[in-house]
């Protein structure tokens, strides 16, 4: 589902370091929700999934239910894809600007970025 650009949009104010500290502090467990990002050609897209499982190895992995459109289902704690951390996908906690728009098994779209801008 295409929607208009959302106040907040791409990342929602969600940084690296940000990201890792709500995974460090919200006391996450498998079956809750985080939404994965992804980007491409000034598209912004988004999905809802939930957690899987938690390694507790070296370092931290969170394991999804589904994957973005590149790099696997395994994001690190500061919401890097493990497979492809250089990637435009990234796991972000869930946002309220998100939650009215997005469902299991539908994915949110819009454009952030335009040409010659």
């Avoid at 957690?51 to 973005?68: A, C, H, P, S, Y």
């Avoid at 493990?82 to 796991?91: W, Y």
């Avoid at 728009?101 to 779209?109: A, C, K, P, Q």
Wanted: net charge neutral; aromatic share 10%; proline share 5%.
């Amino acid at each position: 589902m295409q929607v208009e650009v959302l106040p907040g949009a791409p990342l929602f104010g969600w940084d690296y370091d940000s990201v890792r500290n709500y995974v460090n502090t919200c006391g996450l467990k498998v079956g809750d929700s985080m939404v994965i990002y992804s980007t491409e050609n000034g598209v912004s897209n988004y999905r809802l999934a939930r957690i899987v499982r938690m390694d507790q190895t070296k370092e931290f992995r969170i394991v999804l239910d589904r994957n973005g459109p590149i790099g696997g289902r395994a994001f690190y704690q500061t919401g890097k894809n493990c497979r492809a951390p250089n990637s435009g996908t990234r796991m972000l906690p869930p946002n309220s600007e998100l939650a009215e728009h997005l469902t299991f098994g539908n994915h949110v779209s819009m454009v952030t970025q335009f040409e010659g801008a």
